[in-house]
């Protein structure tokens, strides 16, 4: 019974390239959370997602990132045009429901623009 | 914002030594869960604990316990008899009912000293 699976679990990525991270949720859960740790800070909500649909994306930057959830295949986090204050790790979780008893994390993709 | 706050940065302690981490949050919300997570040098996230807003019991697992003051807003987290594998870095956070993202504190960096 795999846990949250993100991967890759490092990248890096030039200053104006793309990165696409990709989560797949535990079994059974449709519903997905991205959070973006900076360095030395605490996690950040960025998007929460259910199968095909945004519900929540209040913590995602207005420019640049996007995120989608198909309704086949894992949710994916996508930046655009990368710059140096990306880099941080980008955590997913999910939860087979809206009312969570604690999210299961991935182990994080740490991203690095150089 | 309705914040959570680990005022410790960071604690440096010799092995064998208790130690507690102090977690102070905002809320206007009757109901609402609070979480421990522990992140370990790996980088992943370790979900420790959940406990919601009408249960005031103190919580003991193993060398590991939680006392929930909900007259004081705090959540704090003891480890007794601290062990090397315990060095990490330990996040409060708070949800509120209703809503699926959680608010994390900044984390405190634990050392645990041979």
């Known amino acids: 019974n795999a846990g949250v699976m993100q991967n890759p679990r490092h990248l890096v990525r030039r200053r104006g390239q793309e990165a696409r991270l990709r989560c797949s949720p535990m079994k059974g859960h449709s519903h997905v959370y991205w959070y973006r740790q900076l360095p030395e800070e605490g996690l950040k909500f960025m998007v929460y997602l259910q199968k095909e649909n945004i519900i929540d994306e209040s913590g995602m930057p207005k420019e640049r990132f996007s995120a989608e959830f198909p309704k086949e295949g894992p949710s994916i986090l996508r930046i655009q045009q990368v710059v140096r204050g990306d880099s941080a790790a980008y955590f997913c979780?999910?939860?087979?429901?809206?009312?969570?008893?604690?999210?299961?994390f991935g182990s994080g993709t740490r991203l690095t623009v150089v | 914002a309705q914040k959570v706050t680990q005022a410790q940065t960071e604690i440096s302690v010799v092995e064998k030594e208790d130690v507690t981490l102090d977690c102070v949050y905002e809320t206007r919300d009757t109901t609402y869960y609070l979480f421990w997570y522990k992140q370990p040098p790996s980088g992943e996230l370790v979900f420790l604990i959940r406990?919601?807003?009408?249960?005031?019991q103190n919580e003991i697992s193993g060398r590991y316990s939680w006392n929930f003051q909900k007259s004081t807003s705090s959540f704090n987290f003891t480890i007794t008899a601290s062990q090397v594998v315990d060095s990490a870095v330990y996040f409060c956070a708070r949800k509120i009912q209703g809503a699926q993202k959680l608010v994390f504190g900044q984390g405190t960096r634990l050392t645990i000293n041979p």
């Open positions: 979780a999910s939860s087979p429901n809206r009312e969570v008893d604690g999210y299961t």
């Open positions: 406990r919601n807003s009408f249960d005031e």
